[in-house]
T-cell receptor, first 115, second 115 residues
Framework: AQSVSQHNHHVILSEAASLELGCNYSYGGTVNLFWYVQYPGQHLQLLLKYFSGDPLVKGIKGFEAEFIKSKFSFNLRKPSVQWSDTAEYFCAVRLPSGGYQKVTFGTGTKLQVIP | GAGVSQTPSNKVTEKGKYVELRCDPISGHTALYWYRQSLGQGPEFLIYFQGTGAADDSGLPNDRFFAVRPEGSVSTLKIQRTERGDSAVYLC?????????????FGPGTRLTVL
C-alpha cells in the first residue's frame, strides 16, 4: 500500500529562518503530489500541487516544493518564514489506481514560528 | 463562491447512538469525498462519490458506516452504534470532477466525540 512519510512531527523556527519540511512517498509510478496547510482553527487548504512538468512547483504565500523522482521526495521549502506560517502542514499523494481518487496523507508536521 | 460546508461543526454523542454528518459541496462539483482525521494523524480516505453513486467505499472501516448522496449534491455520512473509537474529525471534500487533473477542496470538518 502506498504511504507518505513526513520526517518531522514538530518544527520550531524563528521568524526569517528558512524552512524545509521533508516528505517521502512509496510508489514507483506516476503520482500526483500535494502539500496542504491547516492554520489554527481553520480547515485544510491547498498550498501547492504537482501533477506533471516542471518538478519545481511554486505555491501560495512564497512556498515551493521540488519533486525528485529518484528520491521519491516532495520537500516543501520557504526561504524566510513568518509568524503567520504557524500551522500544520500535510504532504499527500494520489495514485492512478482507482482514477486518482484517494488522497493519502502523511501524519503532518506542526510548524511553530517564534516572533 | 462558497466553499465546502459541513454541519454540525461539533457533535457529541453517547456510545451506541446513531449520528448523521452532512456535507454540502462546492456548487457544480460532481465528485465528493469523505475522510476521517484522528488525533495526531493525517486525514484517511473513507468513501468517494461520483454523482449519486459511491464509486469507492473501500475506506469505510466497517458496516456501521454508510454514506449517501441521493441527488448528487449534498451527502450524509451515517454512523450506527457509535463507539468511542469513532471520535475524530470527519472531513468532506469536493472536486469539479473525478480524475487526475482535479484538486480536492476541503470543508471545515465535523468534530465527533463519542462519550
Amino acid at each position: 500500500a502506498q504511504s507518505v512519510s513526513q520526517h518531522n512531527h514538530h518544527v520550531i523556527l524563528s521568524e526569517a529562518a528558512s524552512l524545509e519540511l521533508g516528505c517521502n512517498y512509496s510508489y514507483g509510478g506516476t503520482v500526483n503530489l500535494f502539500w496542504y496547510v491547516q492554520y489554527p482553527g481553520q480547515h485544510l487548504q491547498l498550498l501547492l500541487k504537482y501533477f506533471s512538468g516542471d518538478p519545481l512547483v511554486k505555491g501560495i504565500k512564497g512556498f515551493e516544493a521540488e519533486f525528485i523522482k529518484s528520491k521519491f521526495s516532495f520537500n516543501l521549502r520557504k526561504p524566510s518564514v513568518q509568524w503567520s506560517d504557524t500551522a500544520e502542514y500535510f504532504c499527500a499523494v494520489r495514485l492512478p489506481s482507482g482514477g486518482y481518487q484517494k488522497v493519502t496523507f502523511g501524519t503532518g508536521t506542526k510548524l511553530q514560528v517564534i516572533p | 463562491g462558497a466553499g465546502v460546508s459541513q454541519t454540525p461543526s461539533n457533535k457529541v454523542t453517547e456510545k451506541g447512538k446513531y449520528v448523521e454528518l452532512r456535507c454540502d459541496p462546492i456548487s457544480g462539483h460532481t465528485a465528493l469525498y469523505w475522510y476521517r482525521q484522528s488525533l495526531g494523524q493525517g486525514p484517511e480516505f473513507l468513501i468517494y462519490f461520483q454523482g449519486t453513486g459511491a464509486a469507492d467505499d473501500s475506506g469505510l472501516p466497517n458496516d456501521r458506516f454508510f454514506a449517501v448522496r441521493p441527488e448528487g449534491s449534498v451527502s450524509t455520512l451515517k454512523i450506527q452504534r457509535t463507539e468511542r473509537g469513532d471520535s475524530a474529525v470527519y472531513l468532506c471534500a469536493s472536486s469539479f470532477s473525478a480524475g487526475s487533473i482535479n484538486t480536492q477542496y476541503f470543508g471545515p470538518g465535523t468534530r465527533l466525540t463519542v462519550l
